[in-house]
């Protein structure tokens, strides 16, 4: 069963609109974001990403931005493994280990499960964090027509 996992970090100013075992509203400064399946994922009764593109952006503007955004699936490796789809901390709290804390967390889940972690990164001031947490650089593919370079990662347990 596929299924997605956040984690996050209480006690901090930024508020956490919603986070497994943290209440609703509760104070959070860092978060994480995991798929940690590679089954698809039934959400039939939802809009799809294409539909919420096009009501938001138009559909001349959405295409654009699914065809960018569909080189991310074309450059995933083969499942199993886990994603790291996001990792955000509270500028005023970055530099205190939250965010490795976070990822350390998903690389030990990803561990018990006997399977890696994927992520892509944007920013390229990224890379030295995520190296310092094990990842290696698989190569990198660029969002056409005008977006940035996308850098692939890996870690294996």
């Known amino acids: 069963m596929a299924g997605w996992s956040t984690s996050s970090m209480p006690s901090c100013r930024c508020q956490a609109p919603w986070a497994p ?10 978060v994480a974001l995991w798929r940690v399946d590679e089954g698809s994922l039934a959400f039939s009764s939802l809009p799809s990403v294409g539909g919420l593109l096009a009501a938001f952006l138009g559909v001349e503007r959405a295409t654009q931005v699914g065809n960018g955004l569909r080189a991310f699936a074309d450059h995933k490796p083969q499942p199993p493994f886990h994603y790291l789809q996001f990792l955000a901390v509270s500028p005023g709290h970055q530099g205190n280990g939250l965010g490795r804390a976070l990822v350390a967390h998903g690389q030990q889940r990803a561990a018990a499960a006997g399977v890696g972690v994927y992520l892509e990164s944007t920013n390229p001031r990224n890379l030295p964090f995520y190296g310092s947490c094990g990842f290696q650089r698989l190569g990198e593919f660029e969002l056409l027509p005008d977006g940035p370079p996308a850098f692939r990662l890996w870690w294996q347990p």
């Not at 075992?21 to 860092?30: E, K, M, S, W, Y």
């Open 21 to 30: 075992g943290v209440p609703t509203g509760a104070p959070a400064c860092a």
